[in-house]
């Protein structure tokens, strides 16, 4: 099979920054995705609410590493999402070991506003990260969890969830929870 290329690609502007600001999840099996064209997603199937968890400035980040063998004519993407939020609570902790347990489909939102679906056909596990008081009264108390995929392709983009006209256009009835 041949792989045919189809463009390049001029210098961009510098328009764009680093980091995420938040994260939308569920359940794998709730969401149904269109196909991919062009590198993105345009429609969801379903009946889902999306758990939407806000991390603080700059302590996040969505990896995409590529694993090739040369060998064997295989490449594949580990996806992998590393979050901080802060401040331990009980009811936290609790909802945070039940998405532990949970295969999920995550919605990644990027500090340039972009969403991306990781583990877009085989769901993501937290595979690390920990629940800590710190040691100083300067140091963070709450939560470091790393989500990882790995797929075929890198994780495709999607809709804007914070546009209300296009989560209520979705061919699926999609929740946000808590809602923009």
């Not at 099996?29 to 969801?44: E, F, K, L, Q």
Request: hydrophobic letters at 40%; proline letters at 3%.
């Amino acid at each position: 099979m041949a792989c045919d290329l189809a463009a390049g690609r001029a210098f961009p502007c510098k328009d764009a920054i680093g980091g995420i600001k938040e994260v939308l999840w569920c359940k794998e099996g709730t969401m149904i995705y269109d196909s991919i064209s062009g590198g993105a997603v345009s429609d969801i199937d379903g009946t889902a609410t999306l758990f939407r968890w806000a991390i603080t400035k700059n302590s996040g980040s969505f990896q995409q590493e590529i694993t090739s063998s040369v060998e064997n004519g295989t490449i594949f993407f580990t996806q992998t999402l590393t979050i901080q939020t802060p401040k331990l609570e009980a009811l936290v902790s609790e909802e945070l070991y039940a998405v532990l347990q949970s295969r999920l489909q995550v919605i990644v939102r990027d500090n340039n506003d972009n969403f991306h679906i990781m583990g877009y056909s085989r769901g993501v596990e937290v595979t690390g990260g920990n629940f800590g008081t710190g040691t100083a009264p300067g140091d963070l108390n709450g939560y470091n969890i790393v989500f990882t995929a790995e797929e075929a392709a890198p994780a495709p983009f999607t809709i804007n969830f914070t546009d209300a006209t296009a989560v209520s256009g979705l061919t699926g009835t999609i929740t946000i929870d808590p809602a923009y």
